[in-house]
């Protein structure tokens, strides 16, 4: 009878519940291959804190080891100078997770830098002197704002200046630069409950689309075959098992592949 | 002989009316008209405004012992009346994550929620902003590290389509 009662009163729950949970008229199960359904075209690329905030849930990490300060040396392929920016801000993400006041006050100065080439350096000067300020008060709430601010500021004024070519190399930039720190940090301490953060095939494939769409002028040459190889080759890394988790082999090989790609965009 | 010709040209005409609905459909996200940059400008700022209705609404989850962190990057559009449309978006295992759904007529009727990668819908709490019917949000805890999809939507009582934009907090 109490039985009865409890499955009832579940029942009642759920009832109530239900328009809650699974709202208004919502399909249970959808065909994501269904040419009719609308997909928004735009990405959101998560920033590398977002992905820190998880894996520091499972233990505090040393980010410090992951500030690399390669120098910045700019050319006049703007292409690259986009990649470079997204890295760059990617870079500032991880000074601030490590607290690195030098490290954030530099990043906030290339910003600055890399900006020009883009034509956004109207709209970067402030969020800039913010990063730098920031840095300078310790500040690091106020810093990841205006290093996420800086970012969507910059894509919003590429679209206004009908440079939208350019908006998905920065998000690439960005994404490479979370994803080297991240993988680099759990090759060195490896745990499959951890990798799992590494569990982002779609994400790589939608990258790799959003590049392969570009014009053929905004991707020539050999660093930009090499980009286009490394996101094929990541896709298929980053496939987990039905655990979530990525072997430690792959976590390595990511960790190689996107130093790798890093290292050539900075290196011109 | 005569029928044949009409049921002929009935069918014709039919698929010439299917494709040019199919064209305006696909002219609202992909046109080939390049706007100016006034245009694209004026545009923007129109999408600002809704994207300002969802940072008010979010405003009380930024601050506090638990607060959301928010992200700068947004999705913004228009929306028809009964129609729907799909967000990806990457989520991670561990992090807390609520989104919010808007759109600049207070009486809008919006619905909001999220599916995995196969598509099955996940449980999620779903709530408007008090009162309002333009604003919806949505708290999700993913289970897995993976590609989810938002549904976002108009529902078919809604008067007229709506700009819309959705932002997102993790903690």
Not at chain 1, 122 to 135: L, Q, R, T
Not at chain 1, 166 to 184: C, F, H, N, Q, R
Not at chain 1, 215 to 221: E, H, K, Q, S, V
Not at chain 2, 131 to 146: A, Q, S, Y
């Amino acid at each position: 009878m109490k039985i009865v009662y409890a499955t009832t009163s579940l029942l009642a729950v759920f009832a109530v519940a239900a328009p809650q949970i699974f709202s208004q008229d919502a399909p249970a199960k959808l065909n994501l291959n269904d040419p009719n359904l609308v997909f928004v075209e735009e990405s959101v690329i998560p920033i590398p804190l977002e992905i820190f905030s998880s894996l520091d849930k499972l233990g505090a990490r040393d980010w410090s080891g992951q500030i690399v300060n390669r120098e910045v040396s700019l050319d006049t392929n703007r292409s690259r100078t986009a990649m470079l920016f997204g890295l760059v801000v990617s870079e500032g993400f991880i000074a601030v997770q490590a607290e690195d006041k030098e490290g954030v006050r530099r990043i906030g100065r290339e910003v600055l830098r890399l900006a020009q080439p883009l034509n956004v350096s109207d709209k970067v000067e402030s969020h800039a002197n913010a990063i730098v300020n920031g840095a300078g008060q310790e500040d690091w709430e106020a810093v990841r704002k205006e290093l996420d601010r800086t970012r969507q500021t910059v894509i919003n004024q590429m679209k206004e200046n009908r440079d939208g070519d350019l908006v998905a190399l920065v998000s690439l930039g960005g994404w490479l630069g979370g994803t080297e720190a991240l993988s680099a940090v759990l090759k060195d301490d490896y745990s499959p409950e951890a990798s799992d953060l590494l569990n982002q095939p779609e994400l790589v494939k939608r990258l790799k689309t959003d590049f392969n769409e570009l014009p053929r002028r905004a991707r020539r040459g050999n660093l930009f075959n090499q980009v286009s190889n490394t996101l094929k080759h990541l896709e298929s890394l980053m496939k987990s098992g039905s655990d979530g988790a990525i072997s430690k082999g792959n976590v390595i090989e990511i960790s190689l592949a996107t130093k790798n790609l890093v290292n050539a965009i900075y290196g011109g | 002989m005569e029928g044949k010709h009409v049921i002929i040209a009935f069918v014709l005409a039919l698929s010439f009316w299917g494709s040019a609905a199919l064209c305006a459909q696909e002219k609202e996200t992909d046109t080939n008209e390049v706007p100016s940059p006034v245009e694209v400008a004026k545009r923007q700022r129109e999408l600002d405004e809704v994207k300002q209705i969802a940072n008010r609404a979010a405003l009380s989850a930024l601050t506090g012992d638990e607060k959301f962190i928010l992200r700068e990057s947004y999705w913004n559009g228009n929306l028809a009346p009964g129609k729907a449309k799909l967000i990806q978006v990457q989520l991670f295992r561990r992090n807390e994550y609520k989104f919010w759904f808007a759109a600049p007529e207070r009486d809008a009727k919006l619905a909001l929620n999220i599916y995995d990668s196969e598509g099955q819908i996940m449980e999620a709490a779903t709530s408007q902003i008090e009162d309002k019917t333009n604003v919806v949000t949505l708290e999700f805890e993913p289970e897995l590290t993976g590609t989810y999809y938002l549904r976002i939507a108009l529902k078919t009582t809604s008067e007229r389509p709506q700009d819309w934009a959705v932002i997102y907090a993790y903690r």
